[in-house]
């Protein structure tokens, strides 16, 4: 009975290590993809978009999280607004730092770093409460089937789970090192996103992925690094770590559609300056492991840092939409078909 515990134990381990490990010998294929549809920042009722910090996908409508104006603006498929959600304020159902935006159940969740508070309202866009958390939350969060709100912590703290009555209910992952130790072995977790029964956090300065359990339990680990393009870009940061204290970050923002992960890269090369930095975008398999699958460079990349996306089916097409800080547009792009 003990030995076959312990064997089940080794099994465990031998798993996890394996789960990235034989992409090793795999040729990742790279797809060029372009611009099908270019959307300005003025909406159909004069609105613009100031500053967008999250973007969602849900029951044939985009959510997008503002936070200049401290709203969630709600969008059709060709991005025509429907309603907004909240204002820039001090007051009880006013946003003063708009940040993240989820939606789950036919409910939507909007978080404020600035008041350590959550917003929630009804799909139709009725406030229904305020939940004041306990402490500033900066990073990306996700609602369970529970009702329960786990935060990513932002880039220092582990990953914390609250209750419905903000009390906190777990916390677990590791706090990251510094960004200058790419060798260590801790995490950012900055981007966190779910399936239907388990949390995928990104670390945010090291291209890792951890899946957890709801309880905590760490069951998977991918480590991006045995990519030719990511064992490039860590050689690169390294280098220009020498010479600047900038943070550089490797996934600026994650989505989960359809079991699979997609997560919006920077790519550096050495002897580049950090403004020769390239996005791309990675998709990857979830299921038994986690196996990265394509590698989508844009075309005309150079005009397009894109900070904000979400993946979502139309047309029988998987799409992605993207928005640029620099040029204040929404780009569409077609990944494949569906």
């Known amino acids: 009975m003990l030995q076959s515990k312990y064997l089940l134990i080794f099994t465990i381990c031998i798993l996890l290590f394996l789960s990235c490990k034989a992409d090793k010998t795999i040729e990742l294929p790279v797809k060029e993809i372009s611009v099908v549809q270019t959307f300005n920042d003025q909406l159909n009722d004069s609105t613009f978009v100031g ?24 969008l059709d498929e060709q991005l025509n607004l429907i309603r907004k959600m909240g204002i820039k304020g001090k007051g009880p159902m006013e946003m003063l730092h708009a940040c993240d935006v989820f939606v789950n159940n036919d409910t939507i969740y909007h978080s404020d770093p600035g008041k350590n508070s959550l917003l929630i309202y009804s799909l139709n866009g009725e406030f229904l409460k305020s939940i004041k958390l306990p402490g500033r939350q900066t990073g990306r969060f996700i609602t369970d089937s529970y009702g329960n709100i786990i935060f990513s912590g932002g880039t220092v703290m582990p990953i914390q789970a609250y209750n419905h009555k903000s009390q906190s209910i777990k916390t677990f992952g590791r706090i990251s090192p510094s960004s200058k130790n790419f060798k260590g072995t801790g995490m950012s977790d900055y981007h966190i996103v779910k399936n239907d029964s388990q949390l995928i956090c990104i670390a945010q300065f090291y291209p890792v992925i951890y899946r957890y359990l709801p309880d905590g339990q760490l069951i998977d680990r991918c480590d991006l690094s045995v990519l030719p393009a990511f064992a490039e870009s860590i050689k690169a940061i390294e280098q220009l770590q020498q010479q600047s204290k900038w943070n550089f970050y490797f996934f600026m923002d994650a989505y989960y559609f359809c079991d699979k992960l997609f997560l919006l890269c920077k790519l550096f090369s050495p002897g580049e300056p950090m403004q020769a930095s390239i996005s791309a975008l990675l998709e990857l398999k979830v299921d038994d492991f986690i196996r990265p699958e394509m590698l989508y460079t844009f075309s005309g990349e150079a005009s397009k840092p894109y900070m904000r996306f979400c993946i979502f089916e139309q047309n029988q097409t998987v799409n992605m939409l993207a928005y640029n800080p620099i040029t204040k547009e929404f780009h569409k792009y077609i990944l494949n078909k569906s």
Not at 64 to 70: I, K, L, Q, R
């Open 51 to 74: 500053q967008v910090t999250g973007i969602t996908y849900y029951k044939n409508q985009f959510f997008v999280s503002d936070y200049e104006t401290g709203q969630v603006l709600i």
